[in-house]
């Protein structure tokens, strides 16, 4: 099962990361820079509002698989009433921070005049998709917590692909701001009734739960949130604040540059993080049933395949990004490669760790990925205002892959192993060093073959990645999965019917 909900979250995330690089040109180019930079701005403001879930989510997801774990469903109904209740309550209040942006008047005076209308009309719109995207996540909760994440994701794959679709038949017929904002509102209420008749086919005790109040189940809840809320608030904000505050200080092309730069890693980190993420349930389980050794193994072999995949997609960018910017938005946009560039670093070293985090959130034991969180935001907060005055919007690239790397590598692991009794040395070698390794043998031939080719054309592009993939992944096999990993494979391809019929025809 955990097999199957990483395949089709990671085959969600590489769908979304596929329309995000072929329908963006296309906003970009229809929109214009400057009204795709106020969309930017509208999509964090609604991004940032996730803030305000508190930590719940995590809370609900550890509460509801230790309960499934030994079976009391009754009890786990009643935390949903109880969570039902507080996301209702935290709805009203995603609502009165909208309003405050919208009275405040945070951002209309870098919007330009003739946009400011739509601007304030899209403001509401998000701000009512953003109100019910909370209650949504009890429902959604349903279905994550019994490891059914195939359907959570086969609706967030059919949504994007309408979406897309919406904006590729409206866009060209005048649509603008206020077009944005109107499909993805409908799109937001489509996956809520989705998610909702799924979770009641699921739920095993009729009727799905009502808003309510336990008391017990309430507190279990906010005592795990109130450790989660600092997670949530430092993973939110440094993902959100530099658009935020480029939006406060600059004008909106240069935002939408930075954003574009900053678009195709966070596609990265959200394939790493659904991938790593499925196995979250699971750690709660196995600590519930004493299995300290599956839960080592289980982390081990995560830290391989989450550090394989960072370097893969790390070093390929490394290599590709500027090309392929020049490409995909033309010379406008060519400083986004930098920003990439500044980014990949940073991201691909956070992809190494983020299965250490990942147990963390499952065992409980999240309070310090916190603190690292909020460690990292106040530093981008307190610099970032007069670094980008004084050097522009790259300065907040570079002071966010510096904020990244301060603390997180040498802190999370190190707690990580010693909650389960594991050398932090045995994750970093058999994880992260496996991964290096593999991208040491690649260097030379990728750095040869790429000194001479000069990428110019889409063709081009995709021979060059073909070429990188060609290299790079020979070298995987052989120095970055074990003797271990190797023999499961290839048990698995001989176990494959595709594979079993093609021996048999040779």
């Not at 305000?52 to 079976?71: C, E, F, I, M, T």
């Not at 790429?450 to 993939?469: M, N, T």
Request: hydrophobic share 55%.
């Amino acid at each position: 099962m955990i097999l199957r909900n990483a395949l089709i979250s990671t085959v969600n995330n590489v769908q979304a990361t596929m329309v995000a690089l072929l329908i963006t040109p296309f906003i970009v180019r229809h929109l214009g820079q400057d009204t795709y930079g106020v969309w930017t701005i509208l999509a964090s403001l609604m991004g940032t509002c996730n803030i305000l879930d508190l930590g719940l989510a995590p809370a609900l997801d550890n509460a509801l698989a230790s309960y499934r774990a030994v079976g009391q469903e009754r009890e786990a109904k009643e935390t949903l009433s109880s969570a039902l209740t507080m996301y209702s309550l935290i709805a009203l209040v995603a609502l009165g921070v909208f309003a405050v942006v919208y009275l405040g008047g945070l951002y209309q005076s870098k919007v330009p005049p003739n946009l400011r209308p739509a601007f304030n009309w899209a403001l509401l719109m998000l701000a009512l998709l953003a109100a019910l995207g909370f209650p949504r996540r009890v429902f959604e909760e349903i279905l994550l917590s019994r490891e059914h994440h195939h359907q959570v994701y086969s609706v967030e794959i059919l949504a994007s692909l309408t979406l897309a679709g919406l904006l590729l038949f409206f866009l060209p017929r005048g649509g603008g701001l206020l077009t944005m904002a109107s499909i993805h509102f409908w799109e937001g209420l489509g996956i809520l009734s989705c998610v909702i008749w799924l979770s009641r086919k699921l739920w095993p005790l009729g009727a799905l739960p009502r808003p309510g109040w336990y008391k017990d189940k309430a507190w279990r809840l906010i005592k795990y949130a109130l450790n989660m809320l600092p997670v949530i608030a430092g993973s939110i904000g440094l993902q959100q604040a530099p658009i935020l505050l480029l939006g406060a200080i600059l004008d909106p092309a240069q935002v939408a540059v930075y954003a574009i730069g900053g678009r195709l890693l966070a596609q990265e980190r959200s394939l790493v993080d659904a991938g790593v993420g499925v196995v979250q349930p699971r750690y709660a389980a196995l600590v519930a049933k004493e299995a300290h050794g599956e839960a080592r193994a289980l982390l081990l072999r995560a830290g391989l395949y989450s550090s394989l995949l960072g370097s893969f997609i790390g070093m390929g960018v490394a290599l590709l990004a500027r090309p392929f910017y020049l490409l995909w938005l033309g010379q406008n946009f060519a400083d986004s490669a930098t920003v990439a560039l500044l980014l990949i670093g940073p991201m691909t070293m956070y992809m190494c760790v983020r299965p250490c985090e990942v147990m963390l959130l499952g065992i409980g034991r999240h309070r310090l990925i916190g603190w690292v969180n909020l460690s990292e935001l106040a530093l981008v907060l307190l610099l970032s205002w007069p670094l980008v005055k004084a050097f522009g919007l790259l300065a907040m690239a570079a002071l966010v892959g510096g904020a990244m790397l301060c603390l997180r590598p040498l802190i999370i692991p190190t707690f990580a192993c010693r909650q389960l009794g594991l050398r932090p040395l045995d994750y970093w070698r058999q994880g992260p060093m496996r991964a290096g390794l593999t991208c040491l043998a690649a260097a030379l031939p990728l750095g040869l073959l790429f000194s001479q080719w000069r990428v110019g054309s889409w063709p081009g592009l995709f021979l060059a990645f073909g070429a990188y993939a060609l290299v790079w992944l020979p070298c995987a096999l052989l120095l970055g999965l074990n003797a271990q990993e190797r023999a499961f494979w290839r048990a698995k391809l001989a176990g494959a019917r595709w594979f079993s019929l093609f021996k048999r025809e040779k």
